[in-house]
């Protein structure tokens, strides 16, 4: 089946669910406060809680903070885009989510499949890793750094698989198989290097990889730039199924609001390291409060 197939299958989930997280953030006179402290937003569903996350890098010679007192949660199924221009803080933020970089302040909680809620930033390296296989994705901006280019298609698949403790090489081939077809790669390429596919096919089996056990939560950083437009908007398909499909919680680092658009219940923006305005993505994009926000919508060329 072709993710294009599927008329019946909704453009984005309904908002719902998200709506009161949304009304929350709404001052009294029906304004947009534009930041509010997590424990405001928090939905009884919630997976992650970010809280006066900073990060300053030490070898920053002007001594500023790439991410500054972000505050969000992302409920279970829910969809977030982070967008803003480049240098805003969107890559360093994902990566203190996964706890590959240690925020300089503030707190990252993940509610793990147990429901057991944990500081991403006091795990061991051990047990990050562990959920960084299990219950996490992470689909990087340029594939060759997410991928082992030195290993078949079929193997990058199945590596996740085997870290989970599955040897069997009939089953691990037949869901190797199975993934490739999912996410539309030739079958008849499973052995075949990735460094011998496409941009767009790299980025297909990164999400493959990703996705095949099972994650709860996937982090991804604009995982369709640098992708010719054709491309780019036959994967943004493939993952906006897929995503639904999984009932998976996303965040999605994007500069394209259409992706935001496309993707995302609700939206994140950051300009220089802060986040400035978040909310029920149609209503940040349509109705936009901060002026950053209003010079992005309005920079966007109608189509
Ligand atoms: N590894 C690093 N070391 C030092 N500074 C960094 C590093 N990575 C990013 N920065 C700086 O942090 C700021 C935010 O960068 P980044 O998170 O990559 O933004 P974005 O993903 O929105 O383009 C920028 O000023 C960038 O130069
Ligand atoms: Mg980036």
Known sequence: MTSTATPSFPRRRESSDFEDMDTRLRGNDGAHSHVRGYDEQEAPSCLLRVSGLSHRFSTARDGRFAVQNASFSVAAGEVVAIVGESGSGKSTL?????????????????RDAQGEWLHVGTLSERQRRQLARTEWGYVEQH???????????GANIGERLMGQGLRHYGQLRHTALDWMQRVELDVARVDDL???FSGGMRQRLQI???????????????PTSGLDVSVQAKLLDLIRLLVARMHLSALVVTHDLGVARLLAHRTLVMQGGRIVEQGLTDRVLDDPQHPYTQLLVSSVVAP
């Open 208 to 222: 493959a990889r990703n996705l095949v056990t099972r994650p709860r939560l996937v982090l991804m950083d604009e």
């Open 94 to 110: 994902l990566q203190c989510l996964a706890g590959r970089i240690q925020p300089s302040e503030g707190a990252v909680r993940y």
């Open 194 to 196: 990735p460094r011998a």
């Open 143 to 153: 594939p060759a750094d997410g991928l082992r280019m030195g290993v078949s298609a």
